[in-house]
């Protein structure tokens, strides 16, 4: 997947009082939004230079037309696996062949909700041995709340762990992968949301990290539900940007060094709803 430019995307808070806004706050159409986004379901969300507005407003238009039924475009990514098991169960896991498994992907998508962030962690592995268990990790976190991460129904078992690089969470697997072969286990941990401040605006932020030498996918996907504003997205930019059902999502590609992401948004007009992390596919 090609690569743009580490650029920051500014998106400037659009003023309230502004004639092309409804009653409420809501945009009521794009010129409301300002330069660079668009309206989507009465929230501004930037809109990469890359992306075409007139079929964005054709897509929009036609997923928040109740007679009509849409579904977003396939994409040839990533599978992600849906982390449903919640509260995960916990139990004893053997401790993974760390030192004889490599990285094969590494997907982290923050699924933005008006009460609490989702972060899902998909990671597959290859081995030279057989693989029934796996190492996930949320960095840089110091502690992890157990009763708040749910799994996949490839994980029958998590346990918590602490090392020098701070707490994981290791994964017992319903079916282990031979020597060659992949495995792949995925979990996500609901999170409190960004305290916002006096108007209304609250800021995620979180890390991108070059991805380990010799491996493959590493992507980190930032999804946003559709009625929120997001008035700015600083330091990497996303390489690519989808509609989704109810959710709008940029997508991260790794850098050659450490970056890290700002996302200043309001969600207090956004509308309700879980994301299909099936949808996604980075």
Same mark, same amino acid.
């Given at each position: &997947? ?15 009082? !502004? ?7 809501? #945009?009521?159409?794009?010129?409301? #939004? ?28 036609? $997923?928040?037309?109740?007679? +009509? ?8 990514? +990533? ?6 098991? #919640? ?9 993974? =062949?760390? !030192?004889? &498994? ?19 962690? $998909? ?8 693989? !029934?268990?796996?190492? @996930?990790?949320?960095?840089? &976190?110091?502690?992890?709340? &157990?009763?708040?991460? #749910? ?42 949301? =960004?305290?916002?401040? =006096? ?10 990290? =070059? ?29 690519? $940007? $989808? @509609? ?16 890290? +992401?700002? +996302? ?19």
């Amino acid at each position: &997947m090609a690569l743009v430019a580490s650029v920051a995307i500014v998106v400037a808070v659009t003023s309230r009082g !502004d004639p092309h806004e409804v009653d409420d706050g809501r #945009c009521a159409n794009d010129a409301a #939004c300002g330069p660079g986004r668009i309206c989507a379901a009465g929230g501004c969300l930037p809109l990469l230079a890359s992306e075409h507005r007139g079929i964005w407003r054709d897509d929009l238009n036609a $997923q928040l037309d109740a007679g +009509v039924k849409w579904s977003p475009k396939r994409r040839s990514g +990533v599978r992600l696996l849906p982390s449903t098991r #919640c509260p995960a169960k916990r139990g004893k896991v053997e401790t993974p =062949p760390l !030192d004889k &498994m490599r990285e094969v992907s590494r997907i982290d998508v923050f699924e933005v909700g008006r009460e609490e962030i989702l972060r899902h962690l $998909q990671v597959s592995a290859e081995g030279s041995v057989w693989i !029934d268990a796996m190492r @996930l990790r949320f960095p840089p &976190m110091k502690i992890l709340d &157990m009763d708040r991460i #749910c799994a996949s129904d490839a994980v029958v078992a998590i346990a918590a762990g602490k090392d020098a690089d701070g707490p994981f969470v290791d994964v017992s697997l319903k079916n282990a992968a031979p020597a060659g072969n992949t495995a792949t286990a995925a979990v996500a941990l609901r999170l409190a949301p =960004p305290t916002p401040d =006096p108007a209304g605006v609250s800021t995620l932020t979180f890390e991108l990290a =070059p991805g380990p030498e010799g491996s493959g996918e590493h992507h980190t996907v930032l999804a946003v539900p559709l009625g929120a504003d997001v008035d700015a997205i600083e330091g990497a930019a996303p390489s690519r $940007q $989808q @509609l989704l059902t109810g959710f709008a999502a940029y997508c991260f590609e790794p850098p050659k060094k450490r970056r890290e +992401v700002r +996302v200043r948004y309001r969600t207090d007009r956004a509308r309700e709803g879980a994301l299909d992390i099936t949808e996604v596919a980075p």
